[in-house]
């Protein structure tokens, strides 16, 4: 199947992903074309899985070898992906996970390069380089066209109920939050890839976090050095004169 066979193909289902979720044309056509290898992945042929994305589909789950990026490396663990009837299913499939509230920036994005950072920051993938690549499948066929064709069509318009959202969030994201929800997500606690993703997610947490009780800490300091040198001096001085007196006693 050539590019141009595989794009006329998902087109009117990336075409009602708009419609439905929010979902720029041009991010589901290269994304579907970038996860599955233009639809010639076994996943993709096997599985009908055009996305990559791990868990149980309509049609079940099927675990197969793949490729995380940990610490700069690519590592290779087994996990289960998702298995469907049907390219629809997987499509349609895709619109609902990105309607958690972890992609929210991917369904207003204004343009493809914002969705193709938005769904990478949000932690779709964990290749480093994945949104250059996302927007080079997008340039390189002009798959911007389709996004202008639905300038001026309602964007978005499925709400999910809460019911849905809470699974979404507990069982189909790329990654979770804790070690049981992995273990939902991705097959089993005791799948190593499920270890993997719990760590990427804690040193993701930690990147913001650290940093960020630093510069408070910092900052109460420079605000309040003065008094806070004041004080130092103070307990040192008691502290001298303690033991001092102790001495001469």
Do not use: C
């Not at 992903?17 to 044309?25: H, Q, S």
């Not at 991010?27 to 055009?50: C, M, P, V, Y």
């Not at 990147?207 to 806070?228: D, H, K, N, R």
């Amino acid at each position: 199947m050539t590019p141009q066979e595989f794009i006329n193909q998902i087109l009117p289902a990336a075409i009602d992903n708009y419609k439905r979720y929010g979902v720029l044309p041009s991010l589901t056509i290269a994304q579907a074309a970038h996860e599955s290898g233009w639809g010639d992945s076994s996943l993709a042929r096997g599985s009908n899985n055009l996305f990559g994305i791990k868990g149980i589909g309509t049609a079940g789950s099927v675990n197969l070898p793949t490729e995380e990026e940990v610490n700069g490396k690519n590592v290779k663990v087994m996990a289960d992906f998702r298995a469907y009837h049907n390219q629809v299913e997987s499509i349609d499939d895709y619109g609902k996970l990105l309607t958690n509230s972890r992609y929210k920036n991917v369904l207003t994005a204004p343009n493809y390069k914002a969705a193709a950072f938005s769904v990478y920051n949000a932690g779709y993938a964990t290749d480093s380089n994945y949104p250059g690549k996302i927007i080079g499948v997008i340039e390189d066929n002009k798959l911007y066209q389709y996004d202008e064709q639905v300038k001026g069509v309602p964007r978005g318009t499925y709400t999910p109920p809460a019911s849905s959202q809470q699974k979404t969030s507990s069982s189909t994201t790329p990654q979770a939050s804790t070690l049981a929800d992995s273990g939902q997500s991705f097959g089993g606690a005791w799948n190593p890839a499920n270890w993997i993703d719990f760590a990427k997610d804690l040193v993701f947490k930690a990147a913001f976090f650290i940093p960020a009780m630093i510069l408070l800490v910092l900052g109460i300091y420079f605000l309040f050095s003065e008094q806070i040198n004041t004080a130092v001096k103070a307990v040192a001085t008691d502290g001298l004169s303690l033991a001092a007196e102790k001495g001469g006693n």
